[in-house]
């Protein structure tokens, strides 16, 4: 007897359809190609319009600006079903959940109109750099700075583990234009096309591989004033005011992933013939996974309240930190747990539960390592 699907209270038909469409695009179009990508550390730019197509990219940006004019419910249920098919190559959350908000909450109307449809289409591909090699989670640290010549800022420095570095039409940067702190970053919309900006190589990742993650180098990059996003000086509270919508997306990607390991382990157990029957027969197997499946539906709860403040407005910062936390150290663990249960095919990138497990690692880290969010959480208190 299978245990009951849970069903989050949050999700009514309209979105059970947008899951439905989402699954079907990602185990159609991304899952047979998720090895060629892999090779090429990056997905075709074919594979975004395709996206766009679907209506996936941007549910939740206004249908005058080219979205879907949903809510962040419609981004959750396809992040939901993106990693419930195993797919970490297609960094939806970055573009849509991320880049497009930055755009529609802090642009003018010109940058709205100018940016959005094309994010919503995937003709454009969105980047946000704000990671240097010099500077990690102390964001008052970068040093990549935008000198006001004019009616244009000259950047100058560099970005690393850009995801969608190498495709990226738009790069929001996080740029010094004042003195040292947070008060002297501003934003800025830098075209993928700007001369000045180089690319570096694919960063030859553990996990994540078919993710587009490169370094960025400006030198003497000239960007329109027009392209200031918000104003100048206030990109620190625009960075924080995002960041809970950012460490939520990351969480529903770590459960989901910890749920399909579950899955897949418990389906290897029940198959594979060890000592006169299956590794399911023996108890320890059956108690190692029963505890993962019980903790994957916990965080699962967790999550889902999470959710459920995010779209009433009511998710805060210590509260998204947590469910980052503990989503992503639960991922870590339970997808450890699932290698040991396939033994040396969990090794083999071949399987699923070896990318899961590869490509957990890092989320302990990105979107804030998971020791600042104890920190974040522990001022709360």
């Not at 209506?55 to 879907?68: R, T």
């Not at 910062?317 to 450890?336: E, G, Y």
Request: hydrophobic share 45%; proline share 4%; net charge negative.
């Amino acid at each position: 007897m299978s245990m009951p699907t849970y069903a989050p209270i949050w999700i009514d038909e309209e979105l059970g359809d947008v899951a439905a469409m989402a699954r079907s695009f990602f185990e159609r179009v991304v899952v047979p190609n998720i090895a060629r990508f892999e090779k090429q550390h990056q997905a075709d730019p074919e594979t975004w319009l395709e996206a766009g197509k679907a209506g996936l990219l941007c549910p939740s940006v206004p249908e005058e600006y080219g979205g879907g004019g949903g809510t962040f419910l419609h981004e959750a249920v396809v992040l939901w079903e993106q990693s419930r098919v195993g797919d970490d190559t297609i960094a939806y959350a970055i573009h849509s959940t991320i880049v497009a908000h930055y755009v529609l909450n802090y642009g003018t109307e010109e940058q709205r109109r100018r940016w959005l449809p094309a994010l919503a289409s995937g003709e454009c591909i969105g980047a946000v750099a704000m990671t240097e090699p010099g500077t990690g989670s102390d964001l008052k640290r970068i040093a990549t700075s935008a000198r006001r010549d004019g009616d244009h800022y000259v950047l100058n420095g560099a970005k690393t583990f850009i995801t969608n570095g190498a495709l990226a039409g738009l790069i929001v940067a996080v740029v010094r234009t004042g003195g040292p702190g947070a008060r002297g970053l501003s934003l800025l919309l830098v075209d993928g096309d700007a001369p000045g900006l180089t690319r570096g190589a694919p960063l030859d990742k553990m996990g994540q591989r078919g993710q587009d993650t490169r370094e960025l180098f400006f030198d003497d990059v000239r960007v329109p004033v027009g392209n200031l996003l918000g104003e100048e000086g206030s990109a620190f509270g625009h960075l924080m005011a995002q960041l809970p919508q950012e460490r939520l997306a990351i969480a529903i990607g770590a459960v989901a992933q910890a749920e399909l390991a579950v899955e897949l382990a418990v389906a290897h157990a029940k198959e594979r013939e060890a000592f006169n029957g299956t590794l399911w027969d023996l108890q320890n197997t059956r108690f190692v996974l029963a505890q993962c499946a019980t903790e994957v539906k916990a965080a699962r709860v967790f999550l889902d309240h999470c959710i459920a403040l995010h779209a009433r407005g009511e998710l805060d910062a210590a509260t998204a930190s947590q469910i980052k936390l503990l989503a992503t150290d639960m991922l870590f663990t339970v997808a450890d747990r699932c290698v040991q249960v396939f033994g040396g095919y969990g090794y083999i990138l071949e399987y699923p539960v070896a990318r899961i497990f590869a490509g957990a690692r890092v989320q302990r880290i990105y979107g804030g390592a998971n020791e600042v969010m104890k920190e974040l959480i522990a001022r709360s208190m």
